[in-house]
Structure formats: C-alpha cells, structure tokens
C-alpha cells in the first residue's frame, strides 16, 4: 500500500454487558440508586445510573433464595438453599454474620421500619423473627398449613404487627407484643403472592393467583372489599394518594359520586402479574383507573402462546414510577409521561437487562455507531445505547430464536436484518422501530444474512436448507411512511452447499458473493445471478465465518479445523494459513485497511494477526466460553465480542495510548540516567544507590559500590599515610 498505516498492537477490554440477575429475589435502595440481584450463588450490587455491576458478594455455592435490605440501605441480608443467613455490610462489602434459620430455604425475608427486626419466612411453615443487633430469634411462629410465601412488617414502628401470606391460601396476622396469631384472614382460594400496607396504616392488601386483591379492615380484620383483576397477580403496590401518579390518573378520570360520598378511606394500589401490564385501581368500587394498552414484557406474536408477564414490582422513590421485573431476567422503569393533548401513560424510561443468555450476534448502528444490535438465544433483538449500555428497546416480531445480523444506511435510515429459525429474514427501520420488509422463502433456519456493501439496495441470505437467495428491497418507495411490512420475493436462488451455511458475505464492489458451510468449502458465487465462480477446498472441519479483503483481491475463511485461511480470487489458491487457535475460528474480520485481522474462536480467546508477517501479535483472554459473535465498527474500529459466556466485551485500541506510556517512559528513565550520573560525580553515592535500586540496574549499582569501596580504599590510605608522616616529625 502506498499509505503508511498504522498497526494496532494492543487493545483495552471494557466488560460493557455483565450477567447480574438469574431470576429470584432482588432489592431495590430507597434512593433506587442501587440494584441487589441474586446471580446464581452471588450476589451483584447494580449501579443503576450506570447499569454496572459496582460489587459481587460471593454466597456458599448455593442458590440465594431471599434478600432483606434495611431502611437506611447500609445492611442486606441474603438466604441461601443452604439455609444459612448472611449479614452483609454493603458499604465494606463484607460478611458480618452468618447464622442459619429454618429447617428448610427461606422463601422470603422482611425488616421492620425501624431496622432492628428481621422477619424469615420459610418452607418449614415457620415465621421466625430475629433482633439484627443482638443476632437472636426473639418470636417464632407456626400456623399455616403450607409453605409461607411472603412476610411483611407493619410499616407503622410503634404497631408490633406482622402480616404472612402462605400458599394455603391464607393471610395470617400476629402480634408480636402477645407473640400469637391474632386473626386469620380466609378470602383467597389459591397461593397468596403479595402483601402491602395502606398508608393510613388501617387496610391490609393482599393479592394472590386466584385473580383477586382483598381489601382488609385492620380495625376488626372483615374484608371491605374483593377487587377481581382477571389475572394471576405476583404483586400489589399501595400508591399513597398525593403521588403524581393518583393526581395526574383522578385528573384524566372522575370517580363517581357515590363512591366520593361512601366516607371510607380510598386505597389507590396497582397490581402487575402474568399478562405482563401495569393497572392503577381504586379500591372503593374495584374501580380501574389506568391500564396499559399493551405489554413490554410478553415477547411472543403468538397470543396462544404468551410468554413472559411481570414476577414482581416495586414503587420506585416518591410514587414516581414503577420498577417492573419479567420472568426472563428484565428489569423495567417505568415513569409516567403526559402528551401534549393531556393525556398519561407509563412509559418505559429504562431497561436492564439481567441475564442475555448466549450472543449469537452482534452489529454496530449507523455512521456513528453509538448503538449495539445483540440476538440472543430469544425471539427479539435488542438494542443498547453504548453510552450507558442500557436496553434502549427491543424489536419483537420474530417467532423464533434470532441466530444472524447485519446493517447498512440506505436512503438516510439505518437498516437492520435479522435471520431466524422461523425460516424468514425481517428489516428493521431502526428509527421508526418497525419491521419494513420480510423475506420469506428459505425452508430451514436462516443462519446467516449480509447486506450489499455498494448499491445498498439488496442482501443475500444463507441457510440451513443449503441455499442462497438474493432479496432487492429497492423498490420500497419510502421507508419512513410505511406502516405495514412488506413481504418480498427472491431476485435469485441457488442450491449452494451440500451442508448447512454459516456464513455469508458480498465483496465491497457488490460482483460477488462468498458463502461458507459446514461441508469444509468456501464456495464463489457472481451477482446478481448467483452464477458458481470458485470452489475454495483446503479445510478440514466445516467453514464458520468468511469475508471478502476492503483492498484486495481475496476472501478470508474461518474454520473448525482450527485455522484461518486467505485465497486468492483469481485462481482460488491458498495465500496464507493462519494456526494459532486451540479450538474452531467462529470469527474472523480485517482490519487496519486490510493489513490485519482478529479472530475469535471456542477456545474464548481473541487474536490480533498481521498477515504480511503471519504473525499473531496479541491474544486476549476475556471471555470464559465460545465468542460466538464478533463486531467491528468501521469508523473507530471498535470491536464487540460476545459468546456463551452471556458477556458482551468492548475493545478500543491502545496502540497510541501505549506508545504515549512507553515513550514518557523512556524520558523517566534517561533523566533518571542522568540523575544517577550526577549523583556519582558528586559521590552522593546514597543518592546513586537508591537511584540504581529503582532503575532496576544490578551493573551500576556494582559500579557504585565499587566506586564507593575504592573511594573509601583511598581514603584510609591517605588518612594513613598522613598518620604516618606526623609521628616522623
């Protein structure tokens, strides 16, 4: 090449996705500035202005089962299957105590408002209460007749209550001053899932899977009111009635007047469960004030088969929106937010995401690249501001998992197509956040898809039916005004490899089209017909990635057998063989103007290679499975990897940074040098001693001894001889 090009040598590793939540419990701080999510058998303390994790508290190898933060969030408590309870002190991040508590896993945990009381639910039946400071059980309670599923203190201090619902379908209520059950509330007919305190402190709520919130009078403990929801409830929350919430829902809704002149304390709650919406409710007249037009959390098309729906809620600070949690590991912000015609919903202000399971792909948006596009092993992909590496939204539509990506700007949007085992190819409009076009034709899942890299108007898919096809969406008049998908038809189609194809590419003139597949071959083929060019034999295992040279004439080939390969176009020779791997090459992309490349492979382990030289001049182990997906940003050159791990790493090259270090370095050193210098022409030799231990220099510090020694030498013998010749005289 005629420019000179600058070669990487390094790169810094950012973990920008980090598993932090396996289902389970989790709490929120008063201040919801921090997340603590059960990870298996860890605890991960979430900053949620950033989305990181700030600190991992290691458990006992068992899943935890229940949390308890207190009041002024400075302690948790965390059960494990083990049975054993832990104090944690978050600010230290240390254990302070460890006790165990039932014959059986806790199943839920509750501290009283003052902080002084721990409440443990079990699966033994039994309620125990504890003294946090003196470490012992002060009450134990046995009564329900099945497993108790939730636990909680009046939030009143000077009211010694404490309320457990059980999946014997009743609510219980104990006293802790006579330290016995003082009523039993028997309305629900199936597992009681939530409690909640009104905030008067006079009404008990409890909701459970038979559908219904109870509305309890504390005075003589009747039931005032049986509110049906139509749906299994996980959670009740008391929304207190100067919230912006209750304002703004009574403002766009006039409650009746008999239920205004009914003199009862109104009780303002909302209820989340398996259909996966918030609804706000009155209690006086089971009235529904708000419910939400459709669900973030139900992910499938299908409604026959629904899956998702929300497992828990909690008010976030003042009543000023709901933090909502699914089944599979997202975490939702809600907030509320009026339009200019007066009108309110809750809308999603962020997401988190807790556990993305594998990453089957990922891709870089747009000229700037300030998004990251990420499938998974799930129906939607999903998109992440890089900025704060939060779940901006998500692009349901897919019925089966999302396996392939790629995206190119056309006409000023920015595209996305995602390859699916439902067999079919979708378009996304990132902008409008819609599905424009779907390509629907191959007979077996679609495992890799690319865009042209010239024209812009067409891409060719690849699948496990062992053909390609040819999709040309540049006919779509305009992509912003279209408010249905369109359905597409294939320009041309070939039967390409005798097993499943992994991966597609087209080269950066649009002419030609490289394919590779699980039969060992890397196969040619010219647009826009498909017309077979070259055949590209040589691997042992099947081929996982290939990608066509941005400034040569030449194709690059990622394979099981361990290796990466370059062949010429012209003659379909092998230029160059790359080992170095210790398991398959899954992907490999050029980089620095095609001087170089980096691959990822089974073996968890990122390479950077110059190829003039053959020579891998970095490898980077930051991942603990298969890299599955591999990203390069075309302006920065930026790099995402992303494996089954569930761990999705950012890399931004340091080759400059580096340089920058060594050379300040290096003036260090030689002032040093000269320091050292110095130091001997002055016979500061201390000064020289100390300035050779931090040189790391052992020939110059046996110089400065020596030269110390012979000084010292000529000293004693001058002083001597001076000695000498005074006794003469």
């Not at 089954?644 to 002032?671: I, Q, Y």
């Not at 020596?706 to 004693?716: A, V």
Request: aromatic share 8%.
């Amino acid at each position: 090449m005629t420019n000179y090009v600058n070669s990487k040598k390094n790169f810094k590793c950012v973990p920008a996705l980090q598993q932090f939540y396996t289902g389970g419990p989790f709490r929120l701080s008063s201040d919801a500035s921090f997340l603590v999510c059960a990870c298996n058998d860890e605890l991960k303390v979430v900053d949620l202005a950033t989305g990181s994790v700030k600190n991992t508290l290691e458990g006992d190898s068992e899943l935890i089962v229940a949390l308890a933060l207190t009041p002024d969030d400075k302690y948790l408590f965390s059960a494990s299957r083990s049975t054993q309870i832990k104090l944690w002190d978050l600010s230290s991040a240390t254990c302070q105590r460890t006790w165990k508590a039932h014959n059986g896993p806790v199943a839920d945990m509750a501290c009283d408002a003052s902080g002084g009381l721990l409440a443990t639910a079990g699966a033994d039946r039994n309620i125990l209460v504890w003294d946090v400071d003196g470490g012992y059980c002060t009450h134990s309670f046995r009564g329900h007749q099945g497993v108790v599923t939730t636990v909680i203190f009046h939030p009143d201090p000077h009211c010694l209550l404490l309320f457990s619902g059980s999946d014997d379908a009743t609510v219980r209520v104990w006293d802790l001053v006579a330290k016995k059950c003082i009523s039993v509330l028997e309305k629900h007919f199936s597992s009681v899932t939530s409690l909640a305190v009104s905030e008067n402190g006079w009404n008990l709520l409890s909701a459970g899977r038979d559908k219904v919130v109870n509305v309890w009078d504390l005075r003589d403990y009747h039931c005032r009111a049986t509110i049906p929801t139509y749906e299994p409830l996980e959670a009740v929350c008391v929304l207190p009635s100067g919230s912006r919430l209750v304002s703004v829902m009574n403002q766009s809704r006039t409650l009746p007047e008999t239920q205004k002149k009914s003199g009862a304390a109104p009780v303002y709650f909302l209820t989340v469960g398996e259909r996966g919406i918030v609804r706000i409710w009155y209690s006086e007249g089971a009235l529904c004030l708000y419910e939400q037009k459709s669900s973030d959390a139900i992910i499938s098309s299908d409604k026959d088969d629904l899956k998702g729906g929300f497992v828990s809620a909690v008010l976030l600070p003042l009543a000023q929106g709901v933090l909502c949690v699914t089944a599979d590991q997202r975490f939702f912000f809600y907030n509320l937010d009026e339009s200019d015609e007066g009108k309110c919903d809750l809308k999603v202000s962020k997401r988190l995401i807790g556990y993305n399971e594998e990453i089957v792909d990922l891709k870089f948006l747009g000229d700037e690249e300030k998004f990251l596009a990420v499938a998974t092993n799930l129906e939607q992909v999903r998109m992440y501001d890089l900025s704060s590496m939060t779940c901006v939204y998500e692009l349901p539509g897919h019925t089966d998992i999302v396996l392939c990506l790629d995206t190119v700007v056309f006409s000023g949007h920015i595209l996305l197509a995602s390859g699916s085992k439902d067999h079919t190819v979708r378009i996304w409009d990132t902008e409008s956040k819609s599905c424009i076009c779907v390509a629907a034709g191959h007979m077996g899942a679609v495992g890799a898809v690319a865009f042209s890299k010239k024209a812009k108007n067409f891409f060719v898919s690849g699948s496990s039916d062992r053909t390609i096809k040819v999709w040309n969406f540049a006919s779509i008049p305009d992509l912003g005004g279209i408010s249905k998908s369109i359905k597409l038809s294939s320009q041309a189609a070939v039967a390409a490899h005798d097993k499943d194809i992994n991966s597609v590419a087209v080269a950066p003139n649009d002419s030609l089209v490289c394919t590779g597949s699980q039969d060992r071959t890397a196969r040619i083929w010219k647009l826009p017909d498909l017309v077979p060019i070259l055949v590209l034999r040589g691997h042992k295992r099947g081929v996982w990635c290939v990608e066509f040279s941005p400034v040569d004439q030449c194709v690059m080939t990622a394979s099981g057998d361990k290796t990466i390969k370059i062949w010429a176009l012209s003659d379909g020779s092998c230029l160059k063989t790359f080992e170095g791997h210790t398991a398959s090459v899954l992907r490999a992309s050029f980089l620095t103007r095609g001087t170089q490349f980096v691959s990822s492979g089974a073996d968890g382990l990122l390479k950077l290679w110059t190829i003039k030289s053959n020579e891998c001049i970095a490898t980077f182990d930051q991942h603990e499975d298969k890299i599955w997906a591999m990203a390069v940003g075309k302006k920065t050159e930026m790099l995402a990897t992303g494996g089954s791990d569930s761990l999705v790493n950012l890399w931004h090259d340091c080759t400059a940074t580096d340089e920058e270090e060594a050379l300040l370095k290096e003036e260090e050193v030689a002032l040093k040098d000269q320091e050292l210098l110095n130091a001997l022409a002055d016979t500061d030799y201390v000064k020289a001693i100390q300035l050779a231990f931090e040189l790391r220099r052992p020939y110059k510090l046996l110089n400065v001894f020596t030269e110390l020694y012979r000084s010292t030498h000529l000293f004693q013998q001058r002083t001597r001889s001076g000695s000498g010749t005074e006794s003469n005289t």
